[in-house]
């Protein structure tokens, strides 16, 4: 036994030692922890700020203070249209807007309906012995007529209505111009009944034109709708004695006027812009920089989660795609290094009317950590190649003029627009070499937009075209046409040239065949001045035409007042039409048929 | 019978039967663009009318579905007992047209007023059957579980698909309801035309509020009673402390009205200052804005920041050599090998594929027969999947 022990002791049994690498793996196919981002490693966290460069120093500091001055220029006068010598002292109590859209609100059937019976009304009212004696009498001296005055072009609708208005109410429109008139002591185109001078009428009839007067926002002869252009024209002047500074809005189509509807120029002297000169008033301005945010931007900071709602990174930007590339590099490389303060400007005194100014910023002055105070100039001032501009946005600027103003215009917020009233489109019609005045809606007598394709249809079905000459046995076989008739609702566009060699369309008139004897086509609409005569100019009606609108328009201004007028309205067309306009036509005739 | 639609001879202002027609087809436009009140109407937006208290009548819509529904079946049933009575008895039969004819079914009235008429059958029939179709599936509605939705389907079944049913409705907050309306007449007095002027020129710019001025001027022409225009009855919530003015009006800037206010204007029959419930036809509604008196703008400015940072961890150290004063070279030390330490921990096993077979250089020996020391991770992994 002991030789035993001693053999296993002295002879050892072969074993076999393997070796375990313990292997550290810091990956995991699985998000799930990664995603908790649980940090329990500095060393990681620190690692992570070294690879993108945030211990890096850098021989510059924080902006922790920021000094800015502006100023603000009142802008004093308006002009309507193009002439200088119409300048007038700008009312703060009319949006600008309104001030330039507003036309006359010319109303027909029903608006003379609705103003009537609101006179009879206050008749009945205001205690006026016999009020149905006096009602009788203006009814009598204003009648509402039971003729349809174009019986061609009246919806069913609208000759019913003036059936049963006529004699039941007095035309109330018609009230209002003679009323208007005794009560600027002119005469009126009708006179007023003898009841007028009834006891307690001469308050009643006051009361009704004070009504009248403030249903609508109407102009005081200061158009600024240019016709030939189709389009407004108007400008602000904002005078310094060293600079007559105008915004010219040489185009504003209508509708919603902002800062880029003017463009800047510098005016001549004007009695009215050195008797309105602008008010400059400086502000003063510290704060504490703050960087630039947007969807997108990258955060500066390591281990923050960025909005996701914009990423820059998955732009699919081609070479030539200029824009986008620098908006891309502006917010991936730059993005970080942009600081804005917010400059609250008031635009009006609350319950009060707004101002118009130009603000522009005079000097921004920041502080850095160390001290270190730099001043920051304008991006018009930057330095760039000879023959370059330097680039910005949102200051005003003209044909060779730049400037560093900024427009907070007070315009209105959210209108209300009602339906196209009147709507003329013009279009090029290359077939017939010529353009056209499409009037695709008329004011009817219910104040309403007619449909003039169907009112022609209708006219069609009543008073067709006369039937064409039938072939007799022997007889001609064919017949010439002059030209071809066109719908009357397509006005004419005649080429004309100016001597100074200028292109317009003139409108002009045609005859078109009915059973019942010619009609003639002349506008209607009233943005085709129908009676006198009316050119647009020809670069206006572009191939794919022009759009042009009247309606009306209500809104709230600053002050909480509420605006209701008439405005006008352009815009691109839907392209070429053809009238079906031919001349010359020879067409076979068709034998009689065989009864 | 027949109707004289114009005559010359008539005095002006004769009303005629297309005047009729007329007034008729305006209200039915007025009346068809409508939808009838419903509690979240006579709120804020902001506040939930059914948690408010705010309720429809079911109750009373229930009984007058049953009341409908009863009446069409018993008219029904007497068509056809009157139609089992041709030819000989002729005028039943119209009686019971005319009666089925207010359920608007095109056809119904009779074309002749007496005597034979041998047309009366199949008319009847035709009515007949319009009838039974739409009480078969306006009776199959569970009214047990009906929504107004459910009722006012069964209405425009029988009736037509522009009829309206006005259910009671109970506002959230009546008394609030009915304190708002009593401010009417003060809510102008600044201006007491102004309610007509605002309704007139919205009639030029809202569709709705048009077909309401028509249906209304029209009704005028047919007398001298005090239609048009029609008196508005004004409310406003929620209720101020303050001198309360009529939104429509220009601000008071002493008093600068709340915004999400809302404003009512009603043409009302009976005196909606003490009503528990309201029945009423929906015009339009809108949201109005006033511009802002001060706009907000920002100027932007490039500035160069640097990009270093602050360390986002906090570095605790301990002297190496227990000195009692630190300096400058120890500490810069400390940091250094902190930032070399940071930048070993970028490095992972992926990142060092090509010193693969020997980094990292953690080796453990396993002897089953204990011939060395030995570290046995199977033990270790079965410890931790027994605990998950």
């Known amino acids: 036994m002991r030789l035993d022990r001693l053999a296993r002791a002295t002879v050892e049994v072969p074993s076999i030692t393997t070796w375990t690498r313990l292997e550290p793996q810091a990956r995991d196919a699985s998000m799930q922890r990664s995603l908790q981002a649980q940090v329990r490693d500095p060393l990681w966290m620190l690692a992570r700020q070294w690879q993108v460069g945030e211990f890096f120093g850098a021989d510059a500091g924080s902006p922790v203070q920021a000094t800015l001055a502006a100023e603000t220029q009142t802008v004093t006068t308006y002009r309507p249209g193009v002439d200088d010598s119409a300048t007038v002292v700008l009312d703060p109590s009319l949006p600008v807007e309104i001030h330039v859209e507003r036309e006359t609100a010319a109303l027909k059937l029903r608006g003379s309906v609705q103003l009537g019976m609101y006179f009879e009304w206050l008749v009945r009212e205001n205690g006026i012995a016999t009020p149905e004696a006096v009602i009788a009498a203006f009814r009598t001296s204003f009648p509402i007529s039971a003729n349809v005055p174009d019986p061609n072009y009246a919806p069913v609708s609208a000759v019913r209505f003036r059936s049963l208005m006529a004699g039941k109410v ?37 009361a009704f034109v004070s009504y009248r007067a403030s249903l609508f926002s109407e102009p005081q002869n200061d158009p600024a709708w240019i016709d030939n252009q189709l389009e407004y024209e108007f400008a602000m002047g904002s005078p310094t004695p060293g600079q007559n500074l105008l915004l010219n809005a040489p185009d504003f189509p209508g509708g919603h006027l902002d800062w880029y509807s003017f463009s800047l120029q510098n005016d001549n002297p004007n009695p009215v812009f050195t008797a309105n000169p602008a008010q400059i008033s400086p502000v003063n301005f510290n704060f504490f920089p703050n960087h630039v945010t947007f969807r997108g931007v990258h955060d500066p900071r390591w281990w923050v989660f960025e909005d996701g709602m914009t990423d820059f990174g998955q732009l699919d930007a081609e070479h030539v795609d200029l824009a986008k590339l620098l908006v891309m590099e502006f917010a991936l490389v730059y993005g970080g290094n942009w600081f804005s303060v917010p400059i609250p400007i008031p635009i009006s005194t609350l319950g009060g009317p707004p101002t118009w100014n130009l603000s522009r910023v005079t000097t921004l002055i920041v502080t850095d950590t160390f001290g270190i105070r730099t001043l920051i100039r304008p991006s018009e001032q930057t330095t760039v190649n ?19 103003f900024i427009l907070m215009a007070p315009t209105l917020g959210v209108v209300d627009d009602a339906d196209a009233m009147e709507e003329v489109l013009f279009l090029r019609d290359d077939m017939a070499a010529m353009a056209w005045a499409v009037e695709h809606k008329l004011q009817g007598d219910l104040d309403a937009p007619v449909d003039m394709h169907e009112a022609y249809l209708d006219r069609v079905t009543r008073n067709p075209p006369p039937p064409p000459p039938q072939a007799t046995a022997g007889g001609p076989q064919i017949y010439y046409t002059l030209e071809d008739p066109v719908p009357e609702y397509w006005i004419p566009m005649v080429p004309v040239q100016t001597a100074q060699g200028a292109l317009y369309l003139r409108r002009g008139t045609m005859q078109i065949p009915t059973s019942g004897g010619p009609i003639t086509v002349t506008g209607r609409a009233l943005l085709l001045d129908p009676g006198q005569p009316f050119f647009v100019a020809d670069r206006i009606i572009p191939q794919a035409g022009r759009l042009a609108d009247r309606y009306f328009r209500r809104a709230r201004s600053y002050d909480g007042s509420t605006y209701l007028w008439m405005a006008r309205s352009s815009g691109a067309g839907r392209g070429m039409g053809w009238s079906g306009l031919r001349f010359d036509v020879v067409n076979d005739m068709k034998p009689v048929a065989a009864k | 019978m027949q109707i004289l639609f114009q005559s010359p001879d008539l005095p002006a202002a004769t009303v005629l039967f297309p005047d009729l027609l007329y007034l008729a087809q305006s209200l039915r436009r007025f009346f068809g663009a409508c939808r009838p009140t419903e509690p979240q109407d006579l709120t804020t937006p902001e506040e939930n009318a059914a948690q408010a208290g705010g309720a429809i009548d079911v109750v009373d819509l229930t009984n007058r579905v049953k009341a409908l529904l009863t009446g069409l079946k018993n008219d029904i049933a007497a068509l056809q007992a009157a139609q089992g009575g041709l030819p000989g008895a002729t005028d039943p039969v119209r009686k019971a047209l005319i009666q089925c004819s207010w359920y608007g079914v095109t056809g119904a009235i009779p074309a002749t007023t007496a005597g034979p008429d041998a047309t009366l059958g199949d008319q009847a029939q035709s009515v007949i059957d319009t009838l039974q179709a739409r009480y078969n599936k306006a009776n199959a509605v569970d009214l047990t ?56 020129q919205l009639s030029h710019v809202r569709p709705a509020v048009s077909r309401m001025d028509l249906a209304f001027s029209v009704a005028q022409a047919f007398g001298t009673a005090a239609v048009y225009p029609p008196s508005l009855t004004l409310a406003q919530l929620p209720p101020v402390a303050a001198p309360d003015r009529w939104l429509a009006l220009p601000l008071d800037p002493a008093h600068p009205p709340q915004k999400g206010r809302v404003a009512f204007a009603c043409v009302t029959a009976g005196d909606p200052t003490n009503q528990a419930t309201y029945a009423g036809l929906m015009v339009d509604e809108w949201p109005e804005r006033i511009p802002n008196a001060q706009a907000q703008t920002a100027v932007a400015f490039h500035f160069e920041e640097p990009s270093a940072r602050a360390p986002q961890a906090l570095l605790l150290a301990t002297c190496p050599d227990n000195r009692e004063t630190w300096d400058d070279p120890l500490l810069q030390a400390v940091l250094k090998e902190t930032l070399e330490l940071a930048k070993m921990r970028t490095v992972d096993l992926g990142s060092v594929l090509q010193v693969g077979q020997i980094l990292p250089a953690l080796y453990f020996a396993l002897n089953l027969e204990s011939a060395t020391i030995s570290t046995r991770f199977a033990v270790i992994e079965e410890v931790a999947s027994a605990i998950g």
């Open chain 2, 145 to 200: 579980r009906a929504q107004l939705a459910d009722f006012e389907g069964i209405f425009k079944t029988v009736f037509a698909a522009d009829f309206a049913v006005l259910p009671h409705v109970t506002p959230p907050d009546v008394t609030t309801l009915q304190a708002a309306f009593g401010q009417s007449a003060a809510l102008t007095t600044t201006d007491t035309v102004a309610p007509a002027r605002w309704l007139r």
């Open chain 1, 170 to 206: 007095t035309d109330g429109e018609a009230l209002y111009v003679s009323a208007a008139a005794v009560q600027a002591g002119k005469v009126p185109p009708i006179p007023l009944p003898a009841e007028a001078n009834n006891p307690g009428m001469p308050a009643v009839l006051a």
């Open chain 1, 386 to 404: 000879p023959g370059e501009t330097a680039w910005s946005m949102y200051k005003l600027s003209g044909v060779g003029m730049r400037s560093d």
